[in-house]
Structure formats: C-alpha cells, structure tokens
C-alpha cells in the first residue's frame, strides 16, 4: 500500500470530522468495529486521525459502540 490508496489523501482532507459519520463509516465494519489501515489503505497518520474521529463520535453517539 503507499499514500496513493489513502482515502483521505485522495480526496484531500486534511481534517477528519467527527460529526461526518458518513465517512466514518466507511472504515466501519457491520459489528461497528474499525477496519485496520492494512485493508483500507490509510495512512498510520490518517489511521491515528480517524480512530480519534471514530471514539469522539461514539461518545457523542453518533455512532455506535457495537451493532448487531
């Protein structure tokens, strides 16, 4: 994987919202569990970015912890 398969590097966001679940999800598999950076193709400091993204939105409950 190199930097060109980062979603967020594609795409050229720089800031990972917490509040915009729709591209948060995208990195969340059907059980609401993160997807590691080697099948996604983010970047460790995208991953790094995101996971705080995603544990930001679930405290706020926006997203879930776990899904059945």
Do not use: W
């Amino acid at each position: 994987m190199n930097n060109k398969d980062c979603y967020f590097t594609q795409n050229n966001i720089k800031h990972i919202d917490y509040k915009d679940t729709e591209i948060l999800k995208k990195f969340l598999n059907p059980h609401a569990r993160m997807i590691s950076r080697k099948k996604t193709g983010v970047t460790a400091k995208n991953q790094r970015k995101l996971a705080l993204a995603v544990k930001r939105a679930r405290f706020m409950a926006l997203l879930p912890y776990v899904a059945r």
